[in-house]
C-alpha cells in the first residue's frame, strides 16, 4: 500500500506516494569490450515514488526512481598484472 512522502524532484521536495515492488526479473546486461574483458551489469532498484497530482505532458504520472547498479567485471587474463604479495616481473 502506497505511503506519503516527500522526494526531491526539480530542486525542491515535493509530495509523492512511496510504492512497494516486488522484482519480476533482475537480468545482467552484458558488454564485450575490444580488450576481451567482460563486463556485467545489473541495474537494482531501491525505491520508487510517484509525484502526487504531476504529471509528464501527455497526462503520465511522474516516477522517481532511487536505483543502484551491480557490476561484475571478468578481465581478459592476458591483461592481468601481478597479485598481491607476487613478485612484479623486471622490466628491461
Request: charged residues 30%.
Amino acid at each position: 500500500m502506497a505511503r506519503r512522502t516527500q522526494v526531491p524532484y526539480e530542486g525542491k521536495m515535493v509530495s509523492a506516494e512511496q510504492l512497494e515492488f516486488e522484482p519480476e526479473k533482475e537480468p545482467f546486461t552484458v558488454y564485450r569490450l575490444e580488450d576481451g574483458t567482460v563486463l556485467k551489469l545489473k541495474t537494482i532498484l531501491g525505491s520508487v515514488a510517484r509525484l502526487v497530482d504531476r504529471y509528464k505532458p501527455d497526462g503520465e504520472p511522474i516516477y522517481v526512481l532511487s536505483i543502484g547498479g551491480m557490476p561484475i567485471i571478468e578481465v581478459n587474463p592476458e591483461l592481468r598484472g601481478p597479485t598481491a604479495g607476487e613478485p612484479q616481473a623486471k622490466k628491461e
